[in-house]
């Protein structure tokens, strides 16, 4: 654990931000329990999603980030040095902010702040990284150990959420379907809220455990066992959050990795045959089940849902390029896709288009979307060309959300667009400053001690 009070603060406000949300199916005898939320309406956000009430602490977090920016950050504001890199992506922030501000004043003036509190939250945050940083407040290490903890720790609790969640809603609701059949209907929204955000974030923790397993970090057998039962938890997790999404993050990097690194990564035969083992045992549950498979497979690619299948997703991209080859410069404007899309589709759906590049496209234009795959894209250079970069598991972040962009609103999500801006920011310090600290140098230990 960091040892200055306002660092420990600030690791309390992180794991609150990403484990903050709170979700009961309607029928859970708990749910009682947490009745007495609805009284903090201003700080816990109530909504009905699916079959489940949650509580999203959303306004909590606004409201302890603000008084620790202003107590302990502000002050050192004057003495900030940013890099190009750094200017360039609150450029990106700032604009979008402004923007929403322009085009949504109406809505702002009847008190309508989602999305200027939410680019608020992610410059707060992004600046208090670096401020810390900056002024000795925590060694670059220490912020990237405590920000990988968080990542791990997080997936963990989650995960054991997402059980826990299927297993009452399935004893409750679902008991007379199949194990299997259920999985079409039931969509656990653990302590995130949303489906894909939990099952992102538990791929992006089980990626971090199986590369620094494949690195050979852990020497104990009481590491090993640590290792396993997190590993087993959060591949858990992920099979019964219902979500495609993590898992094709997941496999499109491990199958990235292997071939870049396919030289240097050296598996035991006892992980082969583990890996073996476990990849023949999963074919043989779908083999076993594969009319329920077909199902699914109908239900999430080919059906006209607006949030539950891939084409669903077609559409929303088809809609999003019409609207950027209309307005090519300026777009239609921050967070105005949805409006948009409900207009032209007649009401069918008002998200956003469920691929951020494109939604930066159709709502900032050609200019913004330049900006921000010119800051990506230099990210990604020094990964690719710094050793201790491309060892670095906060590239791995950085890539895992660039990769799941591409079928999500990664922007507009709260937890995701913060661990966004809390990857860049570390990447940007460290890309300053020269440190190295690559994978070797963060080992469970480090989690224990935590």
């Not at 501000?101 to 707060?124: A, F, K």
């Not at 109908?298 to 088809?318: C, H, L, P």
């Amino acid at each position: 654990m960091p040892k200055s009070i306002d660092i420990k603060i600030l690791f309390v406000i992180l794991l609150l931000l990403f484990n903050g949300a709170i979700g009961f199916i309607k029928t859970d005898p708990l749910l009682s329990i947490f009745d007495f939320l609805e009284n903090f309406s201003p700080l816990f956000e109530f909504r009905e999603i699916g079959n489940y009430n949650v509580y999203f602490n959303n306004y909590l977090i606004m409201c302890l980030l603000i008084p620790y920016f202003m107590v302990f950050s502000l002050k050192n504001l004057v003495s900030i040095k940013l890099s190009y890199l750094q200017i360039f992506f609150l450029m990106f922030l700032i604009y979008r902010l402004l923007n929403d501000l322009i085009v949504n004043y109406q809505d702002v003036l009847r008190g309508e702040l989602g999305t200027v509190l939410l680019y608020t939250m992610y410059i707060l945050l992004f600046l208090i990284v670096i401020l810390a940083i900056n002024n000795n407040l925590i060694k670059l290490t220490e912020m990237y150990s405590m920000f990988v903890n968080i990542i791990v720790i997080t997936s963990i609790v989650n995960s054991i959420f997402i059980v826990y969640q299927f297993y009452i809603e399935f004893t409750l609701t679902y008991s007379s379907f199949s194990f299997f059949e259920s999985f079409r209907y039931i969509r656990p929204v653990s302590l995130m809220g949303v489906v894909t955000v939990n099952s992102m974030f538990i791929g992006l923790g089980l990626l971090i455990l199986l590369y620094k397993l494949f690195d050979n970090e852990f020497k104990t057998r009481k590491q090993k066992v640590y290792v396993f039962i997190g590993c087993t938890i959060m591949l858990l997790g992920q099979f019964l959050s219902g979500s495609r999404g993590g898992i094709l993050a997941v496999l499109i990097i491990i199958i990235v990795t292997l071939i870049l690194k396919y030289k240097s990564i050296k598996i035991k035969n006892s992980m082969l045959i583990f890996l073996l083992i476990t990849s023949s045992i999963m074919l043989l549950l779908l083999l076993m089940n594969l009319s329920y498979l077909v199902q699914y497979i109908e239900t999430v690619f080919i059906s006209d849902s607006a949030t539950g299948s891939n084409n669903s997703r077609f559409e929303k991209w088809g809609i999003a390029i019409s609207l950027f080859a209309l307005h090519p410069f300026i777009g239609i404007g921050t967070n105005k896709f949805g409006e948009y899309q409900y207009a032209i589709t007649n009401g069918w759906s008002n998200s956003n288009p469920h691929n951020v590049y494109l939604q930066l496209l159709a709502e900032n234009g050609l200019f913004v979307f330049v900006l921000f795959i010119m800051i990506m894209a230099f990210l990604l250079f020094k990964i690719v060309t710094r050793k201790d970069l491309n060892n670095s598991f906060v590239s791995l972040a950085l890539f895992y959300w660039l990769t799941s962009a591409t079928y999500m609103g990664t922007l507009d999500n709260f937890i995701l667009g913060s661990l966004f801006c809390i990857t860049v920011s570390i990447l940007s310090e460290q890309i300053k400053g020269g440190h190295n600290f690559g994978t070797n140098n963060l080992s469970i230990s480090r989690l224990e001690k935590s």
